[in-house]
Antibody, heavy 123, light 107 residues
Framework: QLQLLESGPGLVKPSETLSLTCTVSGDSISKSGYYWGWIRQPPEKGLEWIASIYYTGTTFYNPSLRSRVTMSVDTSKNQFSLKLTSVTAADTALYFC???????????????WGQGTLVTVSS | QSVLTQPPSASGTPGQRVTISCSGSSSNIGRMYIYWYQQLPGTAPKLLIYKNNQRPSGVPDRFSGSKSGPSASLAISGLRSDDEADYYCAGWNDRWVFGGGTKLTVL
């Protein structure tokens, strides 16, 4: 069964860089056709898609965060990562990693989700 | 401000049928598939409906999705206490977007 597990510091200082890793188990991150992504949820608020990546390194980003976000993939470790620079309190959120499941038309959606990891931005 | 608008709250009694709307415009919802996610308290969201009205395996047929023009809906029939959760619609509109979420209370 596919499982995703987020890891990284729970506390980041303002203006610094938030770095998270998602470890995939139960399947290969290099499996053809599957993108992998990050979604966040500020406390008591809704969901926001951040970015997604293919195992080849092809990425697509939310334009509202694009200038501060970098995603990367490490197929040897079956992991993908997120870096968010110049963080502020507004970046405090529960960060989820997800797989883009898809059908044979290429249409895709988020399934499954990791359990999420809370990142607080505070000095 | 999301392109997808949901009511912030909805409620129903056990056994009742409730619907949650997700509205936009013909220029966005009209040309996107809508997906629904259920977020039980303290847990990660879970896919409930994909491509407007398709149920993943394991999702009870009490849950159904529909879309017409600039609006989509999630219907839950035979409401149960463990359906109490936040429900989000989502779609691709040059980026992935989510509705603001609807908190469903089972009275």
């Amino acid at each position: 069964q596919l499982q995703l597990l987020e890891s990284g510091p729970g506390l980041v200082k303002p203006s610094e860089t938030l770095s998270l890793t998602c470890t995939v188990s139960g399947d290969s991150i290099s499996k053809s056709g599957y993108y992998w992504g990050w979604i966040r949820q500020p406390p008591e608020k809704g969901l926001e898609w951040i970015a997604s990546i293919y195992y080849t390194g092809t990425t697509f980003y939310n334009p509202s965060l694009r200038s501060r976000v970098t995603m990367s993939v490490d197929t040897s470790k079956n992991q993908f990562s997120l870096k968010l620079t110049s963080v502020t309190a507004a970046d405090t959120a529960l960060y989820f990693c997800v797989r883009h499941d898809h059908d044979n038309t290429g249409t895709n959606w988020f399934d499954p989700w990791g359990q999420g990891t809370l990142v607080t931005v505070s000095s | 401000q999301s392109v997808l608008t949901q009511p912030p709250s909805a409620s129903g009694t056990p056994g009742q049928r409730v619907t949650i709307s997700c509205s936009g415009s013909s220029s966005n919802i009209g040309r996107m598939y809508i997906y629904w996610y259920q977020q039980l308290p303290g847990t990660a969201p879970k896919l409930l409906i994909y491509k407007n009205n398709q149920r993943p395996s394991g999702v009870p047929d009490r849950f159904s999705g529909s879309k017409s023009g600039p609006s989509a809906s999630l219907a839950i029939s035979g409401l149960r206490s463990d359906d109490e959760a936040d429900y989000y619609c989502a779609g691709w509109n040059d980026r992935w977007v989510f509705g603001g979420g609807t908190k469903l209370t089972v009275l």
